[in-house]
C-alpha cells in the first residue's frame, strides 16, 4: 500500500487548497481513508474520514470548511479546505489502517 499526497502550500487565511492523496495497492472506494494533521509541537489529529459506504466525518474544528471526496475511477482521495486560518497550519497525512501513511504535505496559512 503507498499514500502519496500533494497540493500543499502558502495561502492567505480565508484561502482554500485542495490537497490530494494518490492511493495504491488497494482500491479506495473498498477502504476506509483519512486525513490527519500535525502541527509543530502537537499530537497527530484526525480531519476527516471517509467509508468504503462513502460515509464522512470530520473534527469539529474544520467541519463546514473542509470536505473530503473521492475520484474512483483514479484512485484518489481529495481534502477541499475552505476559509483556512492560521491554525489549520500543519503537515497533512493521508492515512489506511494502523501502518499505512503518505509523506505528508504541509500546509501554512498565513494571517
Known amino acids: 500500500v503507498q499514500l502519496v499526497e500533494s497540493g500543499g502550500g502558502l495561502v492567505q487565511t480565508g484561502g482554500s487548497l485542495r490537497l490530494s492523496c494518490a492511493v495504491s495497492g488497494i482500491v479506495a472506494r473498498d477502504a476506509i481513508i483519512n486525513w490527519y494533521r500535525q502541527a509543530p509541537g502537537e499530537q497527530r489529529e484526525m480531519v476527516a474520514t471517509?467509508?468504503?459506504?462513502?460515509?464522512?466525518n470530520y473534527a469539529d474544528s474544520v467541519k463546514d470548511r473542509f470536505t473530503i471526496s473521492r475520484d474512483d475511477v483514479n484512485n484518489l482521495v481529495f481534502l477541499q479546505m475552505n476559509n483556512l486560518k492560521p491554525e489549520d497550519t500543519a503537515v497533512y497525512y493521508c492515512?489506511?489502517?494502523?501502518?499505512?501513511w503518505g509523506q505528508g504535505t504541509q500546509v501554512t496559512v498565513s494571517s
Open positions: 492515512n489506511y489502517g494502523f501502518d499505512f
Open positions: 471517509i467509508t468504503d459506504y462513502g460515509l464522512t
